[in-house]
């Protein structure tokens, strides 16, 4: 069995009377410490599956694992849990904490999962060493989305999630953060997966699930992995 593994994973949405299926019998496995791009355009199901993984929302049919745990059988306080210390979370718009500076975004997390990680250290590996003491409002967005990198990486999660994680920002920073993915995906040996519509991002990835109408298209080992420098 994959470190994850979705079984006829199936998500409906009610609204009012009328449902929507999401997701529709979505089955895929990742290995431990795999890179992952989950690809679609707007609307195939991709935030639905981060957010099914991450704990944030759950699975109308069908099961997943993570770590060998089903997840899908968590109660509240289970899934509060690892939602809260198991999973890093990197979103499009940072997410930040806006009235702690850097540091006290990367140590708050630290905190919450009980852990003794050195927040200075990895702003550090980040290269925000000289950013600390700025709240977000002062930092550019690719600095922002470091802090949040390094915040996701603080908690020692067994898997980092990224949902559009360059989407905001410019080519060069993009390419920036993506390099810092994938240089943590390595050194840390954590599953990173990151949700995209963007196909460019797509060829940085060992492996590329496809995702089209609530169904997976395609999955398919990538091996010619581009190394971002
Ligand atoms: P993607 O991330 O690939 O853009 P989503 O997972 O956000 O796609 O959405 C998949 C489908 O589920 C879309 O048709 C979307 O409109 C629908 N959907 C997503 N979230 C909700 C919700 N909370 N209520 C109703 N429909 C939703
Ligand atoms: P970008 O071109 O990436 O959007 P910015 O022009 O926003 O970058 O910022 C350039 C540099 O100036 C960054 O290093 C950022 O940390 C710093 N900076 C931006 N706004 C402030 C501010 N209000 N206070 C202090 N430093 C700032």
Redesign the pocket.
Known sequence: MGFIEFKQVTKEYKIGEVPIKALNGVDFSIAEGEFVVILGASGAGKSTILNILGGMDTATKGQVFVGGQEITRYNETQLTRYRGEKVGFVFQFYNLIQNLNALENVEFAAEVCHNHLDAKQILQKVGLQH?MR?FP???????QQRVAIARAVAKNPLLLLCDEPTGAL?YV?GKSVLKLLQDLNKETKKCVVVVTHNTAIAPMADKIIKVKSGTIESVAMNETKLQVE
Do not use: A, I, M
């Open positions: 950013r700025n409002s002062q930092l550019s967005g690719g600095e410019d920073t």
